[in-house]
């Protein structure tokens, strides 16, 4: 095929190396634009300091530059996304739109509305894969059918991968660079006021936007990867990538973190962590290939049983749902983990998991107020792993944990945060607690409390609700469904 002039739409891919539909694109047509489109679909309901939008913008900048280098540049435009593709398309009178897949219903329904435009227009929309490893259909059990269960869809997956070197496979761009379309005279990207939004604290939080960003972390990783199956689980320690935000918004590329974890393995210098980090990377594939099949997640339980559940409603429900969200629950490790996510807009894989079954299994709150709350305030929110993540704490997914199993929120804050270093961190006025005393404030007599200078109510409050009595509440309601597990 070669085309005359393409245009590639840039979204959840903000980068200019190993770019499948930025390579089509060049392998393909004499000229390519580049372009990103500020979805005011997406924007208008967002608060006008939000980090996403920040980083975004950053991302675009440094992408901007990069492209220039290679001889091109990227058109940014604000508007509706669908009509501003289909509107740039005709004013640089291209042939064909690229774009990298998209696994989310509304994303799939906005492409879909695209190419009938572009189609009207005598233009073609072409999409690859790049978001992910595997997609769709690509990994099936014996009997050619979707998994469910993510062990199982695990080994399928790394099986596949060894069967078919092809899916890491790199798309290079700088050999076909030259055919990049140059700036046009006074080329320039609109500033973050300009789309009307203000800036956040992500700068001051370390957080650096872009390919540099994400390449900084994962060198920084990769020196500790090694002891990432154990360092993962202690919120106090630096013991994950924190590169979620940057697979989010394609700062990387999954294949080139694939492939490094491969060569790492394979020279026998990934220790014990770098094959669980790799699972870490397939639960993305696999939470994105359920949400694709099963585009009923996002608003239902993936067993449509535990649709029946009845949540808590009312006004104590709603203040039990407030004082979760501004970290006032009483109990110490989830206020500390809701305050790093309202302050960082990120929160430890471990906290995540202790904070959601908190909310569903403690505060008997439905789950998908839950999710709402994270896609609001998590920089990484992604609905296929946001609402895989919640369904799985309310054991309502496809590989959830059992409705019975719920975590004990003391317990928890002792094994994981046994010095209470990241309670102390996100939570100063407890720092005078004991490590003993700083997981149940209200189990230290009052009198104790007071030689620190510190009453329960006062300087913080008191839990909110029993946990072993919400435990028996909770057992109860999920009775009513008669789970098989
Ligand atoms: P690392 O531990 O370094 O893992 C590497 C990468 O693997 C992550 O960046 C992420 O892309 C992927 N990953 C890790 N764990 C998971 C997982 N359980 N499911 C899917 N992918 C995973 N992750 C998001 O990216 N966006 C979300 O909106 C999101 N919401 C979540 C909500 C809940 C209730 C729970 C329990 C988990 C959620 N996760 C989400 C998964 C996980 O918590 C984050 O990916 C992880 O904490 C990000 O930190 P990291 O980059 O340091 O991860």
Redesign the pocket.
């Known amino acids: 095929m070669t085309l005359n002039k393409s245009l590639v739409w840039f979204r959840r891919d903000l980068r200019a190396f190993d770019h499948a539909a930025l390579h089509l694109a060049l392998t393909s047509s004499n000229q390519v634009y580049c372009a990103f489109i500020y979805d005011t679909e997406i924007l208008a309901p967002l608060p006008r300091a939000d980090r996403r939008v920040e980083f975004i913008h950053g991302c675009l900048e440094e992408l901007d530059a990069v492209l220039r280098k290679l001889g091109g540049h990227l058109v940014v435009r604000h508007g509706v996304a669908a009509d501003e593709i289909a509107r740039l398309a005709a004013e640089l009178e291209v042939d064909a739109v690229f774009v990298n897949g998209d696994y989310e219903p509304q994303a799939i329904a906005r492409d879909e509305l695209v190419a009938a435009s572009l189609e009207q227009a005598g233009r073609q929309l072409f999409s690859s894969k790049d978001q992910v490893i595997f997609e769709k259909n690509e990994v099936l059990t014996l009997s050619e059918k979707t998994f469910t269960v993510f062990t199982p869809y695990k080994n399928a997956w790394l099986r596949q991968m060894v069967a078919d070197p092809e899916c890491l496979a790199p798309y290079p761009i700088e050999p076909h660079a030259a055919r990049l379309a140059p700036a046009p005279p006074g080329h320039r990207l609109p500033s973050l006021s300009d789309i009307g939004f203000e800036p956040t604290n992500l700068r001051e939080l370390g957080i650096v936007p872009g390919m540099s960003g994400g390449a900084a972390l994962f060198q920084d990783?990769v020196n500790r990867i090694g002891a990432?199956d154990e360092a993962?689980n202690f919120p106090a320690v630096n013991?994950?990538?924190?590169?979620?935000?940057?697979?989010?918004f394609g700062t990387v590329s999954v294949r080139d973190l694939v492939r490094s974890v491969n060569a790492l393995v394979a020279a026998g210098n990934g220790g014990a962590g770098a094959p669980v980090?790799l699972s870490?990377?397939i639960?993305?594939d696999?939470?994105a290939m359920i949400l694709f099949h099963h585009p009923r997640v996002a608003g239902h339980a993936f067993k449509p049983a535990f649709d029946a559940i009845e949540w808590e409603t009312g006004a104590g429900a709603d203040a039990a749902f407030e004082a979760w969200c501004l970290g006032r629950t009483g109990y110490p490790l989830v206020d500390a983990a809701m305050a790093q996510l309202n302050q960082t807009g990120?929160?430890?894989?471990r906290l995540?998991?202790v904070?959601?079954c908190f909310l569903v299994k403690d505060l008997g709150v439905d789950w998908r107020r839950?999710?709402r709350y994270?896609?609001l305030k998590?920089n990484?929110?992604?609905?296929?792993?946001?609402?895989?993540?919640?369904q799985?704490?309310a054991s309502t997914g496809c590989d959830a944990q059992p409705y019975f199993r719920i975590f004990n929120p003391v317990t928890q804050s002792e094994k994981f945060d046994a010095q209470g270093r990241f309670i102390r961190r996100y939570l100063p006025q407890l720092a005078m607690l004991s490590d003993k005393e700083i997981h149940a404030p209200w189990t230290v007599p009052a009198m104790l409390l007071e030689q620190h200078g510190f009453r329960l109510g006062r300087d913080y409050p008191a839990p909110i609700v029993d946990h072993a009595v919400a435990r028996q509440h909770t057992l109860a309601r999920y009775g009513v469904v008669k789970p098989s597990g």
């Open positions: 990783f990432y993962r013991g994950a990538s924190a590169l979620s935000v940057h697979l989010r980090w870490e990377l639960w993305r696999f939470y990120y929160m430890h894989n995540r998991m904070s959601a839950g999710e994270f896609a998590l990484d929110y992604d609905l296929a792993s946001n609402n895989g993540g919640w799985w704490a």
